[in-house]
Each structure stands twice: as C-alpha cells, then as structure tokens.
C-alpha cells in the first residue's frame, strides 16, 4: 500500500470508532436524563452526535481514496467498537457468540485492507449522475410507501440502500486533490454537481428511514438487516459501475470477507448493541 490509501484507510477505521464511541455517548446521556428532550439536551448526547459528524465526514474523505466495498465493510465494523465499549462504559452483558462475532469482523475487515487494490479517480459519466440521482428520488419514494405501510424490516433495507447510495455518490463525486485546494472555487462546483444533492437525498431519507424502522421494530433485527444491505449492495454496485478493483488474486478473498461482515447481524442482537441503542428506539 502507498501512503494515501493507508491515510484512507485509517479515516475509515477512525470513523467505525467514532460510531461506535457516538451510540455509547448518546446510551449514557439517555441513562442521565430524565426523558427524551432531557436527553437531547444533554452534553453527551450532544458529543455524541458529534462523533456522528466526525465519523461521516471521516467516512467521505476515505471514499476519496478507497473502494466503496472497502469503506463500507470497515464501518460495518462500529458495531464490534459498539459491543466493546458498551461492554466497558454501560456493563452491558457479551455472550460468547458475540465475542466470536468481533473476531470473524476484525479479519475480515484485515482480509479486505489487503486485498484492495489501486483506485484510480472517478469520472462520473452523465449516466453514472443521472442514475444516481433516479435513485435518490426512487429509494425516497419507496421508503414512503414502506412507512406507509409500517414494515420495519423494508424501512431498514430501504435506509441501507440510501446510506450506500450516499457512499457511491461521495465516492463518484469529480473532485481532485489540486482543484481542492481552492475553497470558493470547490463549494461552487459541489453546489452546481447533481451528485452532491443526489448524496444529501440520500442521506437525509437514510436518517428518516432507519428512525422509523427503530421505532416500529426491534432494535436488533434493524440494525442487523441495515449494515447488511448497506454493505453488500454498494459494494457490488461500487465494483460493477465505479470500477473499484481488488488485488490480483485476491477477488475470493475479498468476497468472503464482505460477506463474513453479515457478522454485525449477530452483533445487532448483542445486549450491549441494545443499551447502547435503545434510546434511539424510543425516538
């Protein structure tokens, strides 16, 4: 690996941490407070959502450098900081599953560190943006049509889907590193890009989607059918029309390790992902 994918990667992995560490903050704000706007008051909950932040401006800056399957896996991985810190800070019970469940995602995040291979920059055609941003209003309209009908189960696939949308926007997104260094020059382009709207959509229905589907549903299973959709569809998706690339000779590995992520559906069930989310689920 050369310097810039190495920095890219250690953004992805500081913004699964910085997950992780924002779902524990905000579960003791919620333990601190007296009800639900006490708690949105509270300066953990608030540091919380700080991290939140930090961790998806982290998370774009990675998709600069790294392949889409790539950076989503790793942030797949907060769930494994999620159970540890929760298990440290809220005493939260890990079974043995769970422990087994952190071990299979740190080497799978480690196969697919190794196994990416160069990417170069993306030139969105007009049919990558317009696809995208078709997507955008499609995946909105359908979450409607979910919420309507109160699935939580479709919400959460549904909130998976945008959240990997927002992905592939930031990763397409025709941004150089030289043109970035003039500031006026770089919001005036990302104001006139259609994919900095298609990534704002996206995300947007991605936040309303995945807080209906906690308040209608459990909060492991959610959680669980969320990562897996936002890990697997993008990746393909990344591979197939962003032409993110792996190693020669690695592509099974590569496979397996995005597919031994379904690990944070047993991660989703853990009783420490429940304290540490459960005062999301009670909106």
């Not at 994918?5 to 919620?30: D, E, M, R, W």
């Given at each position: 690996?050369?310097?810039?994918?190495?920095?890219?990667?250690?953004?992805?992995?500081?913004?699964?941490?910085?997950?992780?560490?924002?779902?524990?903050?905000?579960?003791?704000?919620?333990?601190?407070?007296?009800?639900?706007?006490?708690?949105?008051?509270?300066?953990?909950?608030?540091?919380?959502?700080?991290?939140?932040?930090?961790?998806?401006?982290?998370?774009?800056?990675a998709?600069?450098?790294?392949?889409?399957?790539?950076?989503?896996?790793?942030?797949?991985?907060?769930?494994?900081?999620?159970?540890?810190?929760?298990?440290?800070?809220?005493?939260?019970?890990?079974?043995?599953?769970?422990?087994?469940?952190?071990?299979?995602?740190?080497?799978a995040?480690?196969?697919?560190?190794l196994?990416?291979?160069?990417?170069?920059?993306?030139?969105?055609?007009?049919?990558?943006?317009?696809?995208l941003?078709?997507?955008?209003?499609?995946?909105?309209?359908?979450?409607?049509?979910?919420?309507?009908?109160?699935?939580?189960?479709?919400?959460?696939?549904?909130?998976?889907?945008?959240?990997?949308?927002?992905?592939?926007?930031?990763?397409?997104?025709?941004?150089?590193?030289?043109?970035?260094?003039?500031?006026?020059?770089?919001?005036?382009?990302?104001?006139?890009?259609?994919?900095?709207?298609?990534?704002?959509?996206?995300?947007?229905?991605?936040?309303?989607?995945?807080?209906?589907?906690?308040?209608?549903?459990?909060?492991?299973?959610?959680?669980?059918?969320?990562?897996?959709?936002?890990?697997?569809?993008?990746?393909?998706?990344?591979?197939?029309?962003?032409?993110d690339?792996?190693?020669?000779?690695?592509?099974p590995?590569?496979?397996?390790?995005?597919l031994?992520?379904?690990?944070?559906?047993?991660l989703?069930?853990?009783?420490?992902?429940?304290?540490?989310?459960?005062?999301?689920?009670?909106?």
């Open positions: 690996m050369t310097v810039a994918p190495v920095a890219a990667l250690a953004f992805a992995v500081a913004a699964a941490v910085s997950y992780g560490a924002g779902s524990v903050t905000q579960a003791l704000a919620a333990r601190r407070s007296t009800g639900t706007l006490h708690a949105l008051r509270h300066p953990l909950y608030i540091a919380g959502l700080g991290c939140d932040l930090l961790a998806w401006l982290a998370s774009l800056v998709l600069r450098t790294l392949a889409v399957y790539q950076v989503q896996a790793v942030l797949a991985g907060s769930l494994a900081v999620t159970v540890l810190a929760a298990r440290l800070l809220l005493a939260a019970r890990i079974r043995r599953r769970d422990c087994a469940a952190v071990a299979v995602t740190v080497l995040l480690t196969v697919l560190a196994s990416a291979g160069p990417q170069d920059q993306v030139r969105p055609s007009a049919m990558i943006r317009f696809g941003v078709a997507a955008t209003v499609l995946v909105a309209v359908c979450g409607w049509v979910a919420a309507r009908a109160g699935s939580p189960g479709a919400s959460a696939a549904l909130a998976g889907l945008a959240f990997g949308g927002a992905a592939l926007c930031a990763r397409a997104l025709p941004l150089s590193a030289p043109a970035m260094r003039d500031v006026p020059a770089v919001l005036g382009a990302l104001a006139a890009e259609p994919l900095t709207w298609a990534l704002a959509g996206f995300g947007v229905t991605g936040m309303l989607l995945y807080a209906h589907a906690l308040q209608h549903g459990q909060v492991g299973p959610v959680t669980a059918v969320l990562w897996i959709v936002e890990v697997i569809a993008p990746s393909a998706i990344g591979i197939a029309v962003l032409h690339t792996v190693r020669a000779g690695w592509a590995y590569a496979v397996v390790a995005v031994a992520t379904a690990a944070a559906a047993v989703a069930t853990a009783p420490a992902t429940a304290a540490a989310t459960a005062h999301t689920a009670g909106g």
